[in-house]
């Protein structure tokens, strides 16, 4: 990210061009030369005006509805900036989740760009603010390795965002802020708002989110087609998860989130992400990982797979609870059930096998019960489903009775992900459990007509599994 030479010293540039922050140890001045003849040369820029987006008019539609709630005031989204990472490196830029969804402008997204919804007589007018390309006479060009386009590349132009989007657009120079604006992040409304309209997915949306299940099916195949690598390796996780990355760059994509390679006893962090371990024949492997398309939609599926290829007996006593615990939640996803009833559903079915297989204090029917029971939930801490979308636990500034106690609705995307957990030292469970983590991931659509699993292609049940890894390896 860093290079020699990020910053011009000569006389011609303005101090206010030089942050009072950096570091002045590396610089390289200018010399006459240069500053005389870097502004000329340059072949023009004709100006383009690529066709409207496919995105486009979804945007607008939900446009709309924000406009509707909130007639008479000015609505701030922004696009967020960047983030540091260390010094002078930063995190790649991720546009905010709702600027995304109501501009249509994701990953090719300007870090600081804002869009405004300036109030009318009737709705609001959209205005999209970002930092226009600079003009090759200015020092910003060559001299700023944050923003200029000999460091980071060509910047958009205001006319052809404005062509792609179908939005009216300005330099972000001219964006005044008023103290009366409701911003995204900053009013509590406008930003509950936001995230409960994406509860629902629109056409757009679904067709995105298939697209971004089916990448990631690719590369789950790649990691099993790779196991052999993998064990070969002493950080045998850091090649699951670069095996997984891998394939979602050389297909355009990013990843979603850190990807979880969880093998053996780390399958039982539920968040395992530090991914350094070895991955052992004999062992389970839970790998958690989901590609992210250009329009920031991402997957989010888990699979276990016996690391040698089949499963022992105890091995997939616990896999095929956890089978029938994700079937059992399927099941009773259907339109008008309360959200949290696919919860319920998983944890009977946890709750009845761990009874039987004695490692519970109580009987199944006093661990289920809401305000004395839960000691099944050792074993399965988490919950069973989340909203997914732009972002991977999508919706999460909405209220609960929008969310968990809320009816499931035609267009909504959620994941079933029931689990089992057996810490290596939890001392309430059998010896032969000790160190298996299993976890089932699934994306859902919910239609009219009932769930459908979108992830379905991705081998799930224990003999399943066990023929994709013989058919790949
Ligand atoms: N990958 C995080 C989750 O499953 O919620
Ligand atoms: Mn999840
Ligand atoms: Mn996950």
């Known amino acids: 990210m860093s290079s020699a030479g990020d910053t011009a010293t000569d006389a011609k540039t303005q101090p206010s061009e030089t942050p009072a922050t950096t570091s002045t140890n590396r610089r ?100 999209l603010y970002f930092r226009e390309r600079a003009d090759r006479t200015t020092s910003e060009f060559y001299s700023d390795a944050a923003i200029g386009e000999f460091w980071i590349g060509p910047r958009p132009s205001l006319a052809g965002v404005a062509s792609e989007l179908g939005l009216a657009t300005a330099h972000l120079d001219d964006l005044q802020l008023d103290d009366d604006d409701l911003t995204v992040g900053h009013d509590p409304a406008l930003t509950r708002f936001v995230s409960e309209l994406r509860l629902v997915k629109d056409e757009y949306e679904i067709a995105q989110m298939r697209l971004a299940v089916e990448v990631t099916a690719r590369g789950f195949d790649d990691i099993v087609a790779n196991l052999p690598g993998v064990i070969a390796h002493p950080r045998g996780e850091r090649i699951v998860e670069g095996v997984f990355h891998q394939r979602a760059r050389s297909d355009g994509n990013a990843v979603g989130y850190e990807t979880i390679a969880a093998s053996g006893p780390h399958a039982c962090y539920l968040h395992w992400t530090r991914n350094d371990g070895a991955v052992v024949p004999g062992d389970l492997i839970l790998i958690d990982a989901g590609v992210e398309v250009d329009s920031l939609y991402t997957a989010d599926i888990t699979r276990t797979l016996p690391v040698n290829g089949t499963f022992t007996d105890v091995q997939r006593r616990v896999y095929e609870t956890v089978r029938e615990a994700a079937d059992a939640a399927f099941a009773a996803a259907r339109p008008g059930v309360p959200f949290r009833a696919v919860h319920a559903a998983a944890m009977e079915v ?60 035609p267009g909504m995307v959620f994941t079933i992900e029931p689990g089992l957990y057996f810490q290596i030292d939890d001392l309430t469970v059998p010896q032969e459990l000790r160190g298996i983590g299993v976890r089932i991931e699934d994306d859902i659509l919910m239609t009219a007509d009932g769930p459908v699993n979108l992830s379905a292609d991705i081998p799930r049940t224990a003999d399943e599994v066990e023929a994709w890894i013989a058919r790949l390896t």
């Not at 709630?69 to 905010?96: E, K």
């Not at 050792?378 to 972002?391: A, E, F, N």
């Open 28 to 127: 390289q001045p200018f010399g006459r030369g240069f500053l005389d003849t870097i502004s000329t040369g340059w072949a023009d820029r004709p100006e383009s005006h690529p066709p409207r987006r496919e995105q486009a008019d979804f945007a607008a539609a939900r446009r709309a509805a924000v406009s509707a709630a909130f007639p008479g005031q000015r609505l701030v989204i922004p696009a967020g900036g960047l983030a540091q990472r260390s010094n002078d490196t930063d995190h790649p830029f991720r546009a905010h989740s709702a600027f995304a969804h109501l501009t249509g402008w994701a990953s090719d997204a300007e870090p600081d760009a804002v869009l405004v919804l300036e109030p009318q007589d009737q709705g609001h007018e959209p205005t």
């Open 350 to 409: 946890i709750a009845a096998r761990v009874a039987e297989w004695g490692l519970l204090p109580v009987s199944a029917e006093e661990a289920l019960d809401a305000d004395q029971g839960g000691q099944h939930r050792r074993y399965m801490v988490h919950g069973t489903s989340h909203h997914l979308g732009i972002d991977v636990h999508d919706c999460a500034e909405a209220r609960r009775e929008m969310y968990y106690d809320a009816p499931l609705e």
